[in-house]
């Protein structure tokens, strides 16, 4: 859904106690065979099955986890929102959770009810959200972040390109100090990678669509930026609220990206300036490069005016920056690359 935070996926642990009916392709044991005398030369266990159907992938496997201060055995489950199907764009939340039970429960691996399933305790959460942008400003909005990107000594940390868009940090690596968040073009991405998928359940694809997503690692990780937190598990997790996510992801960028900052131009024409105005135009040029957007550096500047006045200077405002700073190379694009970044949710 356009606009609105929710889960993509995640890894699911449900204690086995709390399950029933485990199907033999979790514990078998797969021996490896000499060709010519049909001797056993290795047995293993494999205790994992790996499902793909339609463009929907996902593994079931017994492990032993730690929760809490324990070591239990539990049955994992890599949950994504490709198992919704059609509403694959809704992400997982409290009305969609329903369809991913069904769906893990017609996979024949386990039994398990649903009041099981929603006290199971999450790890790898990736969280989404969906905006639409032309290719155009989003490439300028990349190289404007690549610019104000955190740097890291290490050669997997900070600023990386990727296919189809950016990321910071890598996940197998991240952690609460270099989260791995990324954003790129989800439209390219189902045409080209999920081609099945997009097909098999998909009616309609949105033009230009985009993605921001950030990984919660564990619940160390989560009780850091949630504290209001009691647990990781499922239950808790669809009681989070847009602005749970909205606080959460803020935290997270601010580990990737510092305050927007540009190297300040010289501002064309401005011998042909009257010294009054070239200050003006200074000041919001100023006030624009340490992060506000030109709407919220006017209001800043206009802020206590009566009507009349602040009319007077609102106009007067607009027409310096369509005159003097809009026709600037860098800033020839700002009114959609501010409206870019609020989508991206760098406002800071």
Request: hydrophobic letters at 35%; aromatic letters at 10%; a neutral charge.
């Amino acid at each position: 859904m356009e606009g609105q935070y929710s889960i993509d996926s995640m890894k699911l642990r449900i204690p086995l106690e709390k399950c029933s009916n485990i199907s033999q392709k979790l514990d078998r044991e797969i021996h490896k065979v000499d060709g010519c005398s049909g001797e056993i030369l290795e047995t293993t266990t494999q205790n994992w099955e790996r499902i793909e159907c339609e463009g929907i992938k996902t593994k079931f496997a017994i492990e032993t986890e730690k929760i809490g201060m324990s070591y239990i055995k539990c049955l994992t489950i890599l949950i994504n929102s490709k198992m919704l199907k059609s509403a694959y764009f809704s992400g997982i939340t409290k009305d969609t959770l329903p369809l991913i039970y069904a769906y893990c429960m017609d996979q024949n691996l386990a039994s398990f009810t649903y009041d099981s399933f929603l006290n199971g305790y999450c790890t790898d959460i990736d969280i989404k959200r969906d905006f639409v942008e032309s290719d155009s400003v989003m490439k300028d909005a990349f190289k404007l972040m690549k610019q104000n990107a955190i740097p890291h000594p290490e050669i997997d940390r900070g600023f990386m390109h990727r296919d189809n868009g950016i990321q910071f940090n890598k996940r197998e690596s991240s952690s609460h100090n270099a989260p791995f968040v990324k954003v790129y073009g989800k439209t390219k991405e189902l045409q080209n990678k999920s081609v099945e998928f997009t097909f098999s359940h998909l009616n309609e694809l949105p033009e230009n669509l985009w993605r921001t997503e950030y990984t919660i690692k564990n619940s160390n990780h989560l009780k850091s930026l949630m504290p209001q937190m009691e647990n990781n598990k499922l239950l808790s997790l669809m009681e989070c609220t847009q602005d749970d996510y909205e606080n959460t992801y803020q935290k997270v960028l601010r580990k990737c990206l510092g305050h927007r900052f540009r190297e300040v131009p010289k501002v064309l024409n401005s011998d042909k300036i009257n010294p009054n105005d070239l200050f003006r135009v200074n000041v919001m040029i100023g006030l624009m490069d340490s992060g506000m957007t030109f709407e919220s550096a006017k209001n800043f500047a206009i802020q206590g005016m009566d009507r009349v006045n602040r009319s007077k200077w609102n106009k007067l405002l607009n027409d310096l920056f369509n005159a003097y700073i809009k026709p600037i190379e860098n800033y020839s694009n700002y009114d959609k690359l501010e409206g870019t970044m609020v989508k991206i949710g760098w406002t800071f």
